[in-house]
């Protein structure tokens, strides 16, 4: 495996809308743990569709990756000509801070936003160049978007044994458990951090 696919909700599906949400911090963490298995297993390029969500959550773990795998490289791949465009001001901010450590940046249709046909044709030309998933998803919290990548990635897995790694909220509260309870104060009464 050369390519990796990296994906999943989108931040407002996950009810974040800003960067300072409390929860990000533990979504990172889980994807940096499997990123890390990936990349031991030969991942050399990690690409994601760039939307506001876990696609650029991933990108910040990847640059932050590079320093210790400086072979490792970044690519977005976006449906249409600037995603971005309708984005606040601070996410265009943040969207503008990752841009500058992709290592490429392409999109599938050279247009604004035109239609549904759009995502298709990305996630086509996605599964096209990549030899594994690593998709943050679950049924249980509702199926969300990543709900459609997940069934292509499932008959491709059943079609040619493309990879499949999944990342579940449980992953995820697992890691916030493990880091609440690494911060408990002296007293003892620590809470439960729930990440969504």
């Not at 994601?48 to 640059?63: K, M």
């Not at 392409?106 to 690593?134: C, M």
Request: with cysteine; glycine share 8%.
């Amino acid at each position: 495996m050369k390519n990796l696919l990296v994906t999943g909700y989108r931040a407002n599906e996950l009810g974040i809308f800003n960067q300072k949400h409390p929860g990000i911090p533990y979504i990172k963490q889980a994807i940096r743990s499997k990123l890390l298995t990936l990349i031991e297993e030969g991942a050399e390029w990690v690409i994601t569709p760039g939307q506001y969500g876990v696609d650029l959550w991933a990108c910040e773990v990847v640059i932050e990756l590079k320093q210790q795998y400086p072979e490792l490289k970044l690519s977005i791949i976006s449906a249409f000509m600037n995603p971005e465009e309708k984005w606040s001001d601070d996410k265009k901010e943040y969207f503008e801070e990752i841009m500058r450590n992709v290592d490429y940046y392409g999109v599938v249709s050279k247009q604004p936003y035109a239609g549904p046909w759009q995502f298709q044709a990305r996630d086509e030309l996605l599964f096209r160049k990549t030899e594994h998933i690593l998709l943050v998803y679950d049924e249980e919290n509702g199926p969300g978007s990543p709900r459609y990548i997940k069934e292509k990635a499932l008959k491709k897995h059943q079609e040619d044994g493309y990879g499949i790694t999944l990342i579940y909220s449980e992953d995820i509260q697992n890691i916030a458990d493990e880091i609440s309870a690494s911060i408990i104060p002296e007293d003892g009464n620590g809470e439960e951090i729930d990440w969504i």
